[in-house]
């Protein structure tokens, strides 16, 4: 950038001559320039973020009603707030139930996803192809297009309203096998063939070899997935009635109802809303990098 | 590509890509395939479907409530997609000028990625609320009357701008990306040769980032059209009078509300038919306009 | 240690005929280098050794044991590849080590044992703790080396291991690996484009082009009796010269007539049936020389290019609209343009079919095989 930003200056600088204009009131214009962008840049953060922060800050007031900037001083009930959400309207339960179910996901999504992806790469067999893109047309069936029968389906089986309902059905991952599959073609063959030379055999390949490799992807395919089933609305909705088991996504529209019929006071829903946000908020901060890492190699 | 292909035991590749296979097959196939059988029935919670042939297919082509809401659907992915984009393609092309700072302004930006679509839909509904919205007070200073509960086309604003606003942090993500990829020496000969950023991020940028631009137009179709229940249900449940009814949460609602599930079904296949189509056509037209290669 | 026998092996891509029905017999503990431009199948044939492909057609023993379809952890060979193939998240040790728990059953101390010879005899003892990121890439080498050595196979197998080495530290290298065989004593098959490296390291030399073999031989009977235009001009560096010439048959002696000159023909096998019509004559560059007096085997020609090489002079000349090459003292007075008379060795010259490019006749007689050495490579 520096680099760049030289040339032109000099490049300025040698038209400004010949212009007639000052080289010192061309610097000038530049910086004005840049201070124009970050205002603006800015600006337009502020305004991403500002609900947000406007339900953190109500999160922590008594009642929640703020009509005007003045009403928007942090309230002192944080505590008495997030304590009453926890315990008193049981939210703990939702988040436990939440992270349960996206743990499980995660773990069981990253495990069946890495057999498939060793097998699409290192396997040579009659009709992979085939395989590979019966696999990927999976991402042509998100779930509102067959949750109606997938509701039929599990409850016939009798497994609505269980644990398994909410994991199970995710375990199979188009993306998350297609994102393996791309960072293992760009491990180089010769190691796979001096493994197989070496009488290594494909589940050891894999688990001391392959994965060691993939740290990063790995990190950034379980941070994606975890948000991803941390975030599902309709199917828990769907599926679970038991507000034992209920996730935390859904809790949240509980709360709204409480809150219509003023059971509840606003500033509770902003706090359960702040309680959900939180963990998937971590995770995106604490590895970014491996999240921007692995949404280039998707990208392709 | 081939010299890796190494294994041969078919037993072992079978075992192992068994998960995937199965799981894929009963929960996502399988689904799939019984919403077109069960599209051809009246079924309900109580037992007993009968079998009634295309005559829920003619009940949607002829349901004016159900052809409000493809229209409506259409118009909000369409306007999802054109809001989501502009909106990130300034944010990303301003990330990318700023000299000092990037890093920073990036991860502020990028956030709404992880931010629940349902808590997005709450905290809107909270600070738009018609009643106590803190947002409320001041646009009505500007002698609009907020009332979006009753109000259909405000709804579907702000539904709207509610979805914009959590997708814009996964295009910038992209974009800026993509953007980073253009070759410092693309920009430096627009500088010299004195072209406006406007038109260089119009005339250069874009085309040259038209690939990751395609792969944008999908996902955000397919955000419009199916990430935003979750703000629905909690912000409007498909109202005023259906203005925000989109097609995901009629099928919700016809399913779950009313009960109706072959009826529903019909409604997954035509869905599932429609996005389908939209995406081949995105697709297919982004072979033609958008360049590909250095 | 075993040897390694191929025949009428074949193998095909996707109809692309990658290695046309070779047969070679590499024996017991022999270091044989394959050679050949790319595209030749001097990779694809190692790697029908190793058990990485499978071969359409032939078979391939080893020992006494058929071994074509066989898994490669059961033919008991080790590779080493021209990127070195080392894990780059395991120390060099481990790396080493990785290998050889699978292949048997050593105990711990064992392995920690043939680690610290093979380490010793390879000079990273005080290397193993590292990964491949911090190690240079001779050391990288080393280390690849040091995997293959410690699995203790019958056959070593090397896919260009060199290549990818600066050329002083490849031609250490060289030394160390023919160190390592003279002690060790594994038959070594060795891949490499190199014809130097080739020349220089192996006891046979395997010249492939096009899938086919070309000529197995030592390496000095290569150079001086090669039995195909491909050989001969691929062997040696600068390659040998090809002058189209009349074949003569003048009373009691042969000559090769080209244009501008007539060089008398030492008797010798296939002059008969090649007198009367065309060939190629064959003639390396330091068979060529400037002359001191014009005699009958010399002829004019005009220099082309100089270029000093520090050691000689080579010249580039054209006679008629021929180009040769040939070597001169390094400080000889000549410039481009100058017409010089030449002379050549008439023991040093070759004659090759045009067509077949196959050779025809060789001035020097040919030794017989059991005088060339022990070693036959050929079926």
Redesign the interface.
């Known amino acids: 950038m520096l680099g760049s930003l030289l040339t032109a200056l000099t490049a300025a600088a040698e038209r400004s001559r010949s212009a007639g204009r000052t080289t010192s009131e061309r610097i000038r214009r530049f910086e004005t320039e840049q201070l124009t962008l970050h205002v603006l840049a800015a600006t337009i953060v502020f305004l991403i973020i500002l609900p947000v922060l406007i339900a953190a800050l109500v999160s922590t007031k008594r009642a929640g009603i703020v009509t005007s900037i003045g009403d928007l001083a942090p309230g002192g009930h944080a505590l008495s707030n997030y304590r009453r959400a926890l315990i008193g309207l049981e939210f703990w339960r939702f988040m436990l139930n939440s992270f349960l179910m996206s743990v499980a996901v995660v773990v069981g999504k990253l495990v069946v996803s890495l057999l498939a992806a060793l097998v699409i790469v290192y396997y040579r067999f009659p009709y992979k192809n085939a395989v590979f893109l019966f696999i990927l047309f999976t991402l042509l069936l998100p779930v509102p297009v067959r949750f109606v029968p997938l509701y039929r389906l599990t409850t016939e089986l009798g497994m609505s309203n269980t644990f398994f309902a909410i994991t199970v059905p995710y375990l199979a991952s188009a993306t998350t096998v297609f994102i393996l599959r791309q960072h293992f073609l760009s491990i180089p063959a010769s190691l796979v063939e001096t493994a197989k030379v070496d009488g290594v055999g494909p589940l050891r390949f894999l688990w001391s070899v392959l994965v060691p490799m993939s740290r990063a992807v790995l990190v950034g395919v379980s941070v994606i997935m975890f948000v991803y089933t941390w975030n599902q609305y309709l199917w828990p909705l769907v599926i679970i009635n038991a507000e034992s088991l209920q996730v935390a996504q859904v809790g949240l529209s509980l709360l709204r109802g409480q809150a219509s019929t003023g059971e509840v006071a606003w500033s509770m829903v902003m706090t359960g809303s702040m309680l959900t946000l939180l963990p998937p908020l971590a995770l995106l901060v604490l590895f970014r990098r491996q999240l921007l890492e692995t949404f280039t190699i998707q990208q392709k | 590509?081939?010299?890796?292909?190494?294994?041969?035991?078919?037993l072992?590749?079978g075992v192992?890509?068994l998960?995937?296979?199965v799981?894929?097959l009963?929960?996502?196939?399988?689904?799939?395939v019984?919403?077109v059988g069960?599209s051809l029935y009246r079924a309900s919670l109580a037992r007993g479907d009968v079998f009634v042939g295309l005559e829920n297919y003619r009940r949607l082509a002829s349901s004016s409530e159900y052809l409000r809401s493809v229209l409506i659907s259409v118009l909000f992915a369409a306007c999802v997609v054109v809001g989501v984009m502009a909106v990130a393609l300034?944010?990303s092309f301003?990330?990318h000028?700023?000299?000092v700072?990037k890093g920073v302004?990036l991860?502020?930006?990028?956030?709404?990625?992880?931010?629940?679509?349902?808590?997005a839909g709450?905290?809107?509904?909270?600070?738009a609320h018609p009643n106590?919205?803190?947002f409320?007070?001041y646009i009505e200073a500007f002698g609009v009357d907020v009332n979006w509960f009753s109000n259909g086309p405000q709804a579907f604003v702000v539904v709207l701008i509610a979805a914009v606003?959590k997708q814009?942090?996964y295009n910038v993500?992209?974009m800026t990306?993509a953007l980073g990829n253009v070759p410092?020496s693309l920009?430096?000969t627009a500088?010299?040769d004195?072209v406006s950023r406007t038109r260089r991020l119009l005339r250069v940028y874009v085309p040259i980032i038209s690939p990751?631009l395609v792969?944008l137009v999908i996902m955000n179709t397919?955000y419009g059209?199916?990430g935003t229940?979750?703000m629905v249900?909690?912000m409007t449940k498909g109202g005023p009078a259906g203005a925000t009814n989109i097609l995901?949460y009629d099928?919700?609602r016809t399913?779950?509300q009313f009960y109706e599930?072959g009826f529903?079904?019909a409604k997954?296949v035509v869905?599932?038919v429609a996005?389908?189509l939209l995406?081949y056509g995105q697709f297919r037209l982004s072979d033609r306009y958008a360049y590909y290669g250095g | 240690m075993t040897d390694v026998t191929l025949q009428d092996v074949r193998k095909e891509f996707d109809g692309v005929v990658a290695v046309k029905n070779i047969d070679l017999q590499i024996p017991d503990g022999a270091f044989v280098t394959v050679v050949g431009p790319s595209g030749c199948g001097k990779s694809t044939t190692l790697r029908l050794i190793a058990g990485l492909e499978q071969a359409t057609d032939g078979t391939i023993q080893m020992g006494n044991q058929d071994v074509t379809g066989v898994e490669p952890k059961d033919r008991d060979v080790a590779m080493v590849f021209q990127n070195y193939a080392l894990y780059p998240h395991m120390t060099a040790r481990r790396n080493i080590t990785f290998g050889m728990k699978s292949a048997g059953d050593f105990s711990d101390e064992e392995i920690d044992r043939q680690v610290a010879e093979a380490a010793a005899v390879l000079d990273i003892e005080n290397l193993l703790d590292r990964t491949p990121g911090e190690l240079s890439g001779g050391e990288r080498q080393r280390v690849a080396l040091g995997r293959a050595l410690v699995r203790d196979p019958e056959v070593f197998l090397m896919d260009e291991p060199l290549s990818n080495l600066d050329a002083k530290l490849r031609i250490k290298m060289r030394a160390e690996l023919a160190k390592l065989h003279s002690e060790f004593g594994t038959t070594t098959i060795y891949v490499t484009h190199d014809q130097t490296e080739a020349m220089t390291l192996g006891d046979r030399v395997v010249v492939m082009n096009d899938g086919r073999i070309q000529q197995v031989d030592s390496p000095q009977r290569l150079y001086d009796y090669p039995e195909t235009r491909f050989v001969a001009e691929f062997i040696g560096d600068p390659a040998m010269n090809m002058l189209s010439v009349d074949i003569i048959h003048d009373g009691s002696e042969y000559e090769a007539v080209g244009p501008t000159f007539r060089v008398p023909l030492p008797e010798g096998d296939g002059l008969e049936t090649a007198a009367g019509g065309q060939a190629l004559l064959g003639i390396r560059p330091e068979s060529l020389s400037l002359a001191d007096s014009a005699d009958r085997s010399s002829f004019t020609a005009e220099i082309t290019v100089t270029e000093p090489l520090g050691d000689s002079l080579l010249l580039e000349c054209r006679t008629g609209d021929q180009a040769f090459k040939l070597h001169a003292e390094p400080r000889t007075a000549v410039e481009p343009g100058d017409q010089v008379a030449l002379t050549l060795d008439a023991e040093r010259l070759h004659l090759f079919d045009p067509q077949t490019g196959e050779a025809i006749y060789h001035a020097a007689a040919a030794q017989s095989l059991e005088q060339a050495g022990t070693i036959d490579c050929t079926i």
């Open positions: 590509m081939s010299t890796r292909e190494v294994f041969t035991d078919r072992q590749a192992l890509l998960p995937t296979m799981v894929s009963v929960f996502l196939y399988y689904p799939t019984r919403a069960l300034c944010v301003l990330i000028e700023i000299d700072g302004y991860v502020a930006v990028i956030w709404p990625y992880a931010l629940p679509p349902a808590v709450l905290v809107f509904l909270f600070i106590i919205g803190i409320t007070s606003w814009v942090g993500i992209f990306a410092e920009t430096e500088e010299l004195g990751t792969f397919i059209f199916f229940f979750a249900d909690l995901i099928l919700y399913a779950f599930f529903a079904s997954s869905l599932f996005v389908g995406m």
